[in-house]
């Protein structure tokens, strides 16, 4: 009688906590030894009835057997218990039948008391203190997808330090945490992680309208919610962090209107901008863009890799073969893979323009520019001032998305810029040549996105020129796509919590909207900022080692036997930016010589200049240089940072005579603060172009890109380029 009492209070207390198993197993024992207990010693069993009880006992023993089998899922206690009790129940029909064993009674009821006690205290500490005080084991048996008897949501006690680790584990995963207060039960849930917010509603059955208290690790995750709050807040909470903060904001965050949204604002200002914001400053600079970058493609169309991917896209199947192609006179390909190989020919010396933040703009729009213009009919072609609109959209674009984020100002280590916002301005410009509606430019910046990124890894490797090509073409497609009314996120440019969209290429990123061009105009940041041209083919940050070493070059030229000989040098130090990719000090290929700083830096030194033949098998391969390449170290200065607006190069030669001689240059001839000439840009347009083109055609097209803007049509500067 007393373990059946003994049975029921372990039940209820399981029962109050919402344990069904142990509750039902333990109510059903309990009352299976307060009946027997009743029938053994309250003088209702006898003889005539021991057929009956024996029936019943069987009856119990079958469900034991359930009960037992269940245990195994449970952990090793609960399932010796139940096999305990299943020798109890043994004695009871052996006793029912009169068959029973002397001593056999005695020794499976200390057994299974012990037992009995052992499971009575683990239940009534563990449930006290809500965590394991008395070890119960693990599952004897797991299936896939069981938890073992752990619970969904579970208990974790609130005066415990420990608690508050779980609490953020379970989060991380996507769980929830309930945890009460004095007067209401707050939900917690990760601020990142909405979705757990949704779980915790469904899951407590909690109404939309009740208070959600939000642990956040961070305030930059305010971001998404920053137009709710005061500045005065934001102010107190920065400068308050990371001590305990309460805040009270409105309980329903909606998103903005459709129209209102960031991606919604471009697309409204690529539709709507007009050829008359075009100052005469960003036509200007913008012209020169599109002479060096076709000059650029031209020589480029000379290389290994482009004629590889020129191969690619001729065996291809390609009805449309109506746009013209880079240094191939008479060949014509679709327009996609027109933008494509032409993409590739800029970028494949690296010898494209660069801005900041860091990107290579004009090589990503030109070509798609170009291509759709060629597909337009011959009584519809964009006039020359509608080409340039087009083409500085393509440039807006691509600077207003990098403005957004600061990781983009550096030297990058993820994803090579013009493969993500050269494929968006891509895209830009197609879709405001084609004259899209604000809605279907808004989806063709969107469909890009889907389209856009490449890794870094692909640096100094024949693929990264891949990367200017697709952005071209996918930019091109995303426009044509949207143009048949193809659809996608209206919020790809927002910062949605829990959503990737932009920010999915730069963790920073804090997008705010593009104002709509007014009667007042628009300032392009192509005016608040020139463009980077390079003098030679190679990384840009070639340029600062290059001009310094340079300069010691002509030191010891000045005080030598007019040539510089690496017996005259002890060892060189390179002071630089650290950036792994085009720190490389024994480049193997001319696309690893484009990207070592090493390699410029040498060159210079022994010729006095870095050229396009620099990076000749015959230059490359000299033993003047390779000696050199020993002797150098690198160091990366604390105040050089990874960014084209604020580092600088520095070269030290120590000769073997103990003299050290120092070049430093802060701002390369070149750089958009210390731009070049039209005299010398129109030079290395000719340099460029006379590869493929005979003279007259080059300074043909010098004027036609020097009249765009006055051109009824396009088709004088397409025809230049057939």
Same mark, same amino acid.
């Given at each position: 009688m007393a373990g059946g009492a003994l049975q029921l209070l372990c039940g209820s207390v399981a029962f109050a906590r919402g344990k069904t198993f142990e509750s039902t197993v333990f109510i059903l024992y309990g009352v299976m030894w307060t009946v027997w207990g009743l029938t053994r010693y309250g003088g209702l069993y006898g003889e005539t009835?021991?057929?009956?009880?024996?029936?019943?006992?069987?009856?119990? =023993?079958?469900?034991n057997c359930l009960v037992t089998a269940a245990a195994l899922f449970l952990n090793v206690t609960w399932f010796i218990y139940a096999l305990t009790f299943q020798l109890i129940l043994i004695s009871f029909l052996l006793d029912a039948v009169g068959a029973l064993p002397f001593g056999y009674d005695i020794g499976v009821t200390i057994i299974f008391g012990l037992i009995s006690f052992y499971c009575f205290l683990a239940n009534i500490f563990n449930s006290t203190f809500q965590s394991?005080?008395? #070890?119960?084991?693990? #599952?004897?048996v797991k299936l896939s997808g069981v938890g073992g008897g752990a619970d969904i949501c579970p208990h974790v006690p609130a005066r415990k330090a420990t608690s508050v680790q779980q609490i953020a584990e379970i989060m991380k995963n996507g769980g929830i945490c309930g945890m009460p207060t004095d007067t209401v039960y707050v939900l917690v849930a990760a601020c990142n992680r909405p979705d757990a917010v949704v779980k915790a509603y469904k899951v407590k059955k909690q109404a939309q309208d009740r208070p959600m208290s939000l642990w956040i690790s961070s305030i930059k995750?305010?971001?998404?919610?920053?137009?709710?709050?005061?500045?005065?807040?934001?102010?107190? =909470?920065?400068?308050?962090?990371?001590?305990?903060?309460?805040?009270?904001?409105?309980?329903?965050?909606?998103? #903005?209107?459709?129209?209102?949204?960031?991606?919604?604002?471009?697309?409204?200002?690529?539709?709507?901008i007009k050829a008359q914001h075009l100052s005469p400053v960003v036509l200007h600079r913008s012209k020169r863009m599109v002479l060096d970058s076709i000059g650029v493609g031209l020589i480029g169309s000379t290389t290994d890799v482009f004629e590889l991917a020129l191969q690619h896209c001729q065996h291809m199947y390609a009805p449309d073969d109506i746009s013209s192609v880079y240094g191939r006179r008479g060949s014509r390909l679709s327009p996609t893979l027109a933008a494509f190989v032409n993409g590739v020919a800029t970028h494949s010396m690296d010898f494209d323009d660069t801005w900041h933040p860091a990107t290579h703009p004009s090589g990503a729009v030109l070509p798609a520019v170009l291509a759709l213009s060629d597909m337009m009919p011959a009584n519809n072609k964009p006039s020359g001032l509608d080409f340039l609109l087009a083409f500085n959209v393509g440039i807006e674009i691509q600077g207003r998305l990098m403005m957004f984020s600061n990781e983009a100002h550096n030297i990058p280590k993820r994803f090579h810029p013009p493969s993500v916002v050269g494929t968006m301005g891509s895209a830009a410009a197609c879709a405001r040549l084609l004259s899209l509606d604000p809605?279907?430019?808004?989806?063709?910046?969107?469909?890009?996105?889907?389209?856009?990124?490449?890794? =870094?890894?692909?640096?100094? +490797?024949?693929?990264?020129p891949l990367h200017i090509g697709n952005a071209s073409r996918l930019g091109l497609e995303a426009a044509l796509l949207a143009s048949r009314g193809l659809e996608a996120s209206p919020l790809v440019l927002d910062a949605v919590a829990g959503v990737a969209g932009f920010n999915a290429f730069y963790e920073d990123y804090v997008p705010q909207p593009l104002g709509s061009p007014s009667d007042d105009g628009h300032m392009f940041l192509?005016?608040?900022?020139?463009?980077?041209?390079k003098r030679f083919p190679a990384?840009?940050?070639?340029?600062?080692?290059?001009?310094?070493?340079a300069s010691i070059h002509k030191v010891l030229v000045g005080v030598g036997p007019g040539t510089v000989s690496p017996a005259?040098?002890?060892?060189?130090?390179?002071?630089?930016?650290?950036?792994?990719?085009?720190?490389?000090?024994?480049?193997?290929?001319?696309?690893?010589?484009?990207?070592?700083?090493?390699?410029?830096a040498c060159s210079a030194l022994l010729d006095g200049e870095v050229t396009v033949q620099s990076f000749s098998p015959a230059a490359m391969s000299r033993s003047d240089l390779f000696s050199l390449l020993s002797r150098v170290q690198v160091e990366h200065p604390s105040d050089n940072p990874a960014n084209f607006n604020r580092m600088y190069?520095?070269?030290?030669? +120590?000769?073997?005579?103990?003299?050290?001689?120092?070049?430093?240059?802060?701002?390369?001839?070149?750089?958009?603060?210390?731009?070049? +000439?039209?005299?010398?840009?129109?030079?290395?347009?000719?340099?460029?172009?006379?590869?493929?083109?005979?003279?007259?055609?080059?300074?043909?097209?010098?004027?036609?890109?020097?009249?765009?803007?006055r051109l009824g049509d396009c088709s004088a500067l397409l025809s230049q380029l057939q």
């Open positions: 009835r021991g057929f009956n009880l024996a029936v019943g006992i069987i009856s119990f =023993m079958l469900f394991p005080q008395i #070890p119960l084991g693990k #599952p004897l995750q305010l971001e998404p919610v920053r137009h709710l709050l005061s500045p005065l807040l934001l102010d107190f =909470m920065e400068a308050a962090w990371p001590s305990s903060i309460s805040m009270v904001i409105p309980r329903v965050l909606k998103y #903005p209107a459709p129209e209102d949204t960031v991606t919604a604002s471009f697309g409204k200002f690529i539709s709507e809605s279907r430019c808004s989806h063709a910046l969107a469909i890009a996105a889907s389209l856009a990124g490449a890794p =870094m890894a692909n640096a100094a +490797t024949q693929s990264k192509l005016e608040e900022q020139d463009m980077g041209f990384h840009l940050g070639m340029h600062w080692v290059a001009d310094a070493a005259q040098v002890q060892d060189i130090l390179l002071r630089v930016p650290q950036s792994k990719y085009i720190n490389r000090p024994f480049p193997e290929s001319e696309h690893e010589a484009r990207h070592s700083f090493q390699f410029n190069g520095e070269v030290q030669v +120590t000769l073997v005579g103990g003299d050290i001689l120092k070049g430093r240059c802060d701002t390369f001839y070149g750089h958009w603060r210390n731009p070049l +000439t039209n005299e010398s840009l129109r030079k290395k347009f000719r340099h460029n172009a006379e590869v493929v083109l005979p003279s007259e055609k080059v300074e043909r097209l010098i004027d036609v890109v020097e009249e765009l803007d």
